[in-house]
């Protein structure tokens, strides 16, 4: 069973409380998020062999990103900060 990506603080980052970056596979999805609430939208999601976490990508809209919409049904080997079950994304490649 492969190992779930492993969330490290880094303490040379500003304020002593940065991550540093993990490297996750899967699928994308849209899935909703947040329902019955003033947040809830149809969110992009990645699925891995480990557990499901929410996609952002650095600098991208939360509610819509372009760039991501790109990237639904598609698998993905991304490098990214776990922070809880948002991965947030700065480099991805489409396997």
Not at 21 to 27: D, L, T
Not at 44 to 54: A, H, K, M, N, R
Request: hydrophobic share 30%; proline share 7%; glycine share 8%.
């Amino acid at each position: 069973m492969p190992k779930a990506p492993k969330r490290r603080e880094s303490p040379k980052s500003s304020g002593g409380f940065g991550f540093e970056n993990v490297e996750v596979s899967g699928q994308v999805v849209k899935k909703p998020y947040a329902v019955g609430s003033k947040s809830e939208h149809q969110a992009t999601y990645l699925e891995t062999p480990t557990g499901t976490y929410i996609l952002r990508r650095r600098d991208g809209n939360p509610f819509y990103d372009p760039e991501l919409e790109k990237l639904v049904e598609k698998v993905i080997r991304c490098i990214g900060v776990l922070t809880n079950n948002t991965l947030i994304m700065s480099n991805w490649t489409v396997l």
